[in-house]
C-alpha cells in the first residue's frame, strides 16, 4: 500500500508492474502466490471430484465405529469390542513408546560413541570410526529387519522351555525367558492393591501414582540436605557426613511403600502355548528399538564429535592447566559448551527417529502406522481420511518434540548480553 | 497474457487427469495391454515362474478377460498386491481388474465402492499347525500366537472366533504371504490362520509339508472372486462374462481339446451362443467380438474344470478337492446364468 502511494502520481502504467524495480519484486510475488494457491485448489478440487466420482464422501465417522481386530501390544486396555478411535490411540502410544525408548537410548549410545571416537586411544577412535560408518551407511529398515531375523531365527521357541529336559532354560534365576516371540519377564503386582482411577480415555493405576509421588517427595527432600549439608560447609568449612541420610531418606520410603502395597513380582509360566502370569515384551518392539536406536546413535555421535570439535582447543587447555583431569574436563568444560552446537541437530535426529518409527509394519510391530493407517485403513477403507489423520498426527508429534527441544536450547545456548 | 493461458492450460489438464475414466474398455484397448491385480505370490492361484511368467488359477481370470477384450491372453501386466495395497490399488484405476482371492464381503461391495464379478472359489478360513503340537482342533488353541495376514477379512473372522469360544490369542500381524510363512516355520506363532486354500497352496511350498495339518474346523464363508470398480457398468459385464464362459464351458462340456471343433458350430445352441458360432452375436451387447467367448476359455487355458486340475486340483501338490467348487450339477456351487 505504502508503496503505491508513495509512487508519483503522475503516471502510472500497467508496465511499470514488471519494468519498474519499485513495483517488480512485489509483482512477481504475488504471481507466484496465485500460482501456489491455483495449485492447491486444483489438488483439493481434483480430490473431490474423484471422491464424488467415486461415490465416497469424505467423514471421520469410523472412528466411533467397532474395530473388531486385535492388537498384540496394549498399553491401555482395548478389545476387539472397542473403537477404530481407540485402536488409535492405542498405535498412536505404542508409537510413542518406542520413540521415546530409542531416543533415550540412541542419545546415550551417540553420545558414549561420539566422545570415544575422539579418543586418542587407536584401537577405540578406528572401532567408533567402522561403527558410525556402518550403522549410518546402511538403511534403518535393515538393520531393524536383522534385529528382528535375530530375535525370531536364533531364539528358542516357547514350546523349547517344556518337558523333562527342555532344549532351553530360563534365565536369572528362572524368572526371564527369553523367545523367538517375546522376553517374558517378571510381572510387577500389588496384594494391596489402591486400585485404578478412570479419567475417560485410560485408567491410571493410583499405585504408580503412589509410587511417583513418594520418589519426588524423597528426591526434594534429599535435595533439601544436600543444600543444608553445603551451607553448614559454607559457614564452618567442614561438610556433615550425609551419604547414610540420603540413602535413608530415598529408599526407606520407597520399601516402606511397597510393603504396604504388597509388593511382589509374579513370575512367567508355560502355560499352554505361551508363557502366562508375566509381562511380555515383544521381539518386534525389541527389533524396532534395537535398530532405531543404533542407526541413529551413529548420526548422534556425529553431531556430538562435531558439537565437541567446535569447542576451541584452549578451553581443554585451561581445563588441564587447572588440574582438571581429562574426564572431568569432558562433563564439566567441554561437553557443556558444545550442547548449544549439538542440541539443535539432535532436534531433527529425535524427529528421525519418530518418524522412523513408522517402518514398525515391517516387523508387525501395531504402531500408528499399523493401526490407523494398516488394519483400520483396511478394514475401513478410508484411505483418505486414515492418512490425513496420520499425517496430523505425526506433525503433531514432531512439532511437540521439536517446541520442547528448542525450550531446553534456549536454557543452554551461549547466553550473550 | 501469458498466464493467463498457462492458467487456463493447468486447469484444462487438471480437469482432464482428475477423472478417473469411466470407460475401463476404451482404456484398456487403448493400452493394448490389461493391468491385473494378483497375489504378490500364492502358489496355485498366483504366482511367477523362473522366467517371470505368472501363472495359476486366480491369474486364468486376467488371462481370459485379455483375451475376450483384446484377442491376447499375454497382452496382462501383472501388479502383486499385498493385502494392504489391492483396494487402493484398484480404486485409483492403477489395476483394471483384482483377481486376488478377496472375499466378496457386503462392506467391500456397498462401502469400499467395488462391484465382485462372481465368486470363482468358494472358500472358508482354516488354521494350520505343526503336527509336534498335538493341536488336533481349533478349540485347542487357546493362549496360541497366531499369525495373521493384515488388511483381511481373516483378521475379524480370528477374533470373532476366539470371542466366541471364550479363548485368548495373540496376533503376530504379518503383510505377505511369504513373510507368513517364513515366520510360522520359524516357530514365531503355533497357528497360521487363512482362506483353506491359500493354507493348502502355502504347505504346499514348505520343504516338509507332511509335518503340518490343516485343522478340520472352517470358520468363515469366504467367497472369492475378482472384482472391478463401482461405476463401469459394460467393464463389470465384460469381466463378469468372461468368467462365466469359463464356468459354462465346463457345464457344457468344452474343453481346450475339442473347443476348436465345436466352434464350427454344434447342435447346442448354448454351446454356439458361447463360442459365437450360431446366428446369435452376443459379444456385441457387451463391445467384444463375436467369438469373445471361445478367446476367453482358449486364452485362459480351458474350461474352469481345467484351470482348477492345473493350478490346484488334487494332482498338483497342492491337492485341492474340488468340495464345493463343483458345479452345481455335481453337487457344487458353481451355476452360471444362461447365455442368451
Excluded at chain 2, 265 to 294: H, S
Aim: with cysteine; proline share 3%.
Amino acid at each position: 500500500m505504502a508503496t503505491v502511494t508513495d509512487a508519483p502520481k503522475a503516471s502510472f502504467r500497467l508496465s511499470m508492474l514488471i519494468y519498474d524495480t519499485r513495483y517488480r519484486s512485489i509483482t512477481i510475488q504475488i504471481v507466484v502466490l496465485l500460482l501456489f494457491m491455483a495449485g492447491a485448489a486444483w489438488l483439493v478440487d481434483n480430490t473431490v471430484r474423484n471422491l464424488a466420482a467415486l461415490g465416497k464422501d469424505f467423514s471421520f465417522g469410523f472412528l466411533w465405529n467397532r474395530a473388531g481386530y486385535d492388537i498384540n501390544q496394549m498399553l491401555v486396555q482395548y478389545t476387539n469390542d472397542s473403537t477404530h478411535g481407540r485402536a488409535m490411540l492405542i498405535g498412536l502410544l505404542n508409537t510413542l513408546l518406542v520413540a521415546f525408548m530409542s531416543c533415550v537410548a540412541a542419545t546415550v549410545l551417540g553420545v558414549i560413541i561420539g566422545v570415544l571416537r575422539l579418543s586418542p586411544n587407536w584401537i577405540v577412535g578406528r572401532l567408533t570410526t567402522v561403527y558410525v560408518e556402518m550403522f549410518r551407511n546402511i538403511p534403518v529398515l535393515l538393520w531393524i529387519l536383522v534385529a528382528y531375523a535375530i530375535f525370531t531365527e536364533v531364539l528358542p521357541a516357547p514350546n523349547a522351555f517344556r518337558g523333562e529336559n527342555p532344549t532351553a532354560s530360563m534365565i536369572l534365576f528362572d524368572s526371564v525367558a527369553l523367545t523367538n516371540r517375546y522376553t517374558a519377564i517378571p510381572d510387577p503386582l500389588f496384594y494391596r492393591s489402591l486400585g485404578n482411577i478412570d479419567v475417560g480415555l485410560f485408567l491410571i493405576s493410583l499405585d504408580l501414582l503412589a509410587i511417583i509421588a513418594v520418589i519426588t517427595g524423597s528426591v526434594l527432600v534429599n535435595r533439601k540436605l544436600l543444600a543444608h549439608a553445603t551451607a553448614v560447609q559454607n559457614a564452618t568449612g567442614v561438610r556433615p557426613v550425609t551419604w547414610w541420610k540420603s540413602i535413608l531418606v530415598l529408599l526407606v520410603p520407597l520399601a516402606l511403600l511397597l510393603i504396604a502395597l504388597g509388593f511382589h513380582a509374579e513370575r512367567p509360566v508355560l502355560r499352554g502355548f505361551n508363557f502366562t502370569g508375566g509381562l511380555d515384551v515383544s521381539n518386534s518392539l525389541m527389533a524396532l528399538w534395537l535398530g532405531l536406536t543404533l542407526y541413529t546413535a551413529a548420526f548422534i555421535a556425529e553431531i556430538v564429535r562435531a558439537g565437541i570439535g567446535a569447542v576451541s582447543r584452549g578451553q581443554t587447555e585451561a581445563a588441564f592447566a587447572l588440574g582438571l583431569r581429562p574426564n572431568r574436563t569432558m562433563s564439566l568444560v567441554i561437553l557443556p559448551q558444545a550442547l548449544r552446537v549439538i542440541v539443535p541437530p539432535l532436534i531433527s535426529q529425535y524427529l528421525n527417529i519418530t518418524k522412523n518409527s513408522s517402518l514398525a509394519i515391517a516387523v508387525g510391530y501395531m504402531d500408528l502406522r499399523g493401526t490407523l493407517g494398516g488394519i483400520t485403513l483396511n478394514q475401513t477403507g478410508r484411505e483418505l481420511e486414515c492418512v490425513l489423520l496420520m499425517m496430523l498426527i505425526y506433525l503433531a508429534i514432531s512439532l511437540m518434540i521439536s517446541g520442547a527441544m528448542n525450550v531446553y536450547n534456549n536454557s543452554v545456548k551461549l547466553k550473550e548480553r | 497474457m501469458k498466464n493467463t493461458v498457462f492458467l487456463g492450460t493447468l486447469a484444462a489438464a487438471g480437469l482432464a487427469a482428475g477423472f478417473v475414466s469411466a470407460a475401463t474398455l476404451d482404456d484398456v484397448k487403448a493400452r493394448g495391454e490389461l493391468n491385473c491385480g494378483v497375489n504378490t505370490g500364492l502358489v496355485g492361484f498366483a504366482a511367477p515362474d523362473a522366467n517371470g511368467n505368472w501363472s495359476g488359477f486366480d491369474v486364468a481370470i486376467c488371462k481370459a478377460v485379455a483375451a475376450a477384450v483384446l484377442g491376447d491372453a499375454s497382452k496382462v501386466k501383472y501388479v502383486p498386491t499385498t493385502g494392504q495395497t489391492r483396494f487402493t490399488a484398484l480404486a485409483s484405476g492403477e489395476v483394471d481388474i483384482l483377481s486376488r482371492n478377496t472375499t466378496w464381503t457386503f462392506s467391500r461391495d456397498a462401502d469400499l465402492k467395488f462391484t465382485f464379478i462372481g465368486v470363482n472359489y468358494y472358500d472358508g478360513q482354516g488354521f494350520m499347525v505343526n503336527k509336534a503340537l498335538g493341536v488336533t482342533s481349533a478349540k485347542e488353541l487357546d493362549g496360541a500366537t497366531v499369525c495373521i495376514q493384515t488388511g483381511t477379512t481373516t483378521e475379524l473372522n480370528l477374533a470373532d472366533f476366539f470371542k466366541v469360544n471364550n479363548m485368548t490369542y495373540s496376533p503376530v500381524t504379518i503383510e505377505t504371504n511369504a513373510e507368513g510363512e517364513q515366520q510360522f516355520l520359524a516357530g514365531a506363532c503355533d497357528a497360521y490362520t487363512t482362506d483353506a486354500s491359500g493354507l493348502a497352496a502355502t504347505r504346499a511350498a514348505f520343504a516338509n509339508p507332511e509335518d503340518y495339518v490343516i485343522l478340520p474346523e472352517i470358520i468363515s464363508k469366504e467367497p472369492l472372486g475378482p472384482l472391478v470398480r463401482h461405476g463401469d457398468d459394460q467393464w463389470a459385464d465384460i469381466t463378469r462374462w468372461a468368467m462365466n464362459a469359463l464356468i459354462a464351458a465346463e457345464e457344457y462340456g468344452v474343453t481346450s481339446a475339442n473347443i476348436e471343433e465345436l466352434s464350427k458350430g454344434t447342435e447346442n445352441p448354448e454351446i454356439n451362443r458361447l463360442l459365437g458360432a450360431g446366428e446369435d452375436n452376443l459379444g456385441a451387447m457387451i463391445g467384444l467380438e463375436k467369438d469373445w467367448g471361445k478367446k476367453a476359455i482358449v486364452g485362459a487355458g480351458g474350461n474352469y474344470g481345467e484351470i482348477f486340475a492345473a493350478t490346484i486340483g488334487e494332482s498338483t501338490p497342492i491337492g485341492l478337492a474340488r468340495g464345493l467348487n463343483a458345479q452345481w450339477t455335481q453337487g457344487g456351487l458353481l451355476y452360471t446364468p444362461p447365455f442368451r
